[in-house]
């Protein structure tokens, strides 16, 4: 027959390690559930502004004495310049500006002259006014003859004596000549236009 004192000591070390493995059993329990909670908030937190309202706040405000009613607005990649189509047939463009904090001396300075930068005229007595898709930026003007002219606004960028330059310039994608749609020479009415380079 078996020892008595040597099955009490197995069966105590038998108690410990179950008592050492329930408590490795639990905790590992407790934290997979205080995992799945923060997994949960977590959740919760990154999907939750889309069911909050949008907010737009102005960074900076200013009035142009611009002509006529605008048909289309954009602004460059950088956001530094902004264009202007208007219904009476020109483009406008403005200088746009960061911060007064984060301004330095030399774009304080030119911040006090005006913000409009040129302004351009497209055709003349035009009738009809479309836009393309946003990520196209191509804009056409029809007139009371029956021609249009597809415009398209382009920022180039000059690198000078360490100071970068953004030149507003219009590119004409269908020619500089307008394009006579009408053969009648009937006012174009409605347009529209799409297309990419």
Request: net charge neutral; no cysteine; aromatic share 10%.
């Amino acid at each position: 027959m078996a020892n008595a004192d040597s099955l009490f000591a197995s069966d105590r070390l038998r108690r410990i390690k179950d008592s050492w493995a329930r408590v490795g059993v639990t905790a590992g329990g407790i934290s997979v559930l205080i995992t799945l909670v923060l997994i949960f908030f977590y959740l919760l937190y990154v999907i939750g502004p889309i069911f909050s309202s949008v907010t737009v706040k102005p960074s900076q405000q200013f009035s142009l004495p611009l002509q006529g009613q605008t048909a289309a607005l954009g602004t460059d990649d950088n956001n530094q310049l902004a264009y202007r189509f208007s219904f009476e047939g020109t483009v406008d463009f403005v200088r746009l500006f960061q911060a007064e904090k984060t301004l330095t001396e030399q774009d304080r300075a030119a911040s006090q002259q005006s913000h409009l930068v040129t302004t351009k005229s497209v055709i003349t007595n035009p009738t009809a006014f479309a836009a393309s898709l946003p990520r196209d930026q191509l804009f056409v003007y029809g007139n009371e003859q029956g021609q249009a002219m597809v415009v398209k606004p382009d920022f180039v960028t000059h690198f000078a004596d360490g100071h970068k330059t953004v030149v507003p310039e219009l590119l004409y994608p269908a020619g500089k000549q307008a394009l006579q749609l009408a053969p009648e020479g009937e006012p174009l009415v409605k347009m529209a236009i799409s297309g990419r380079e």
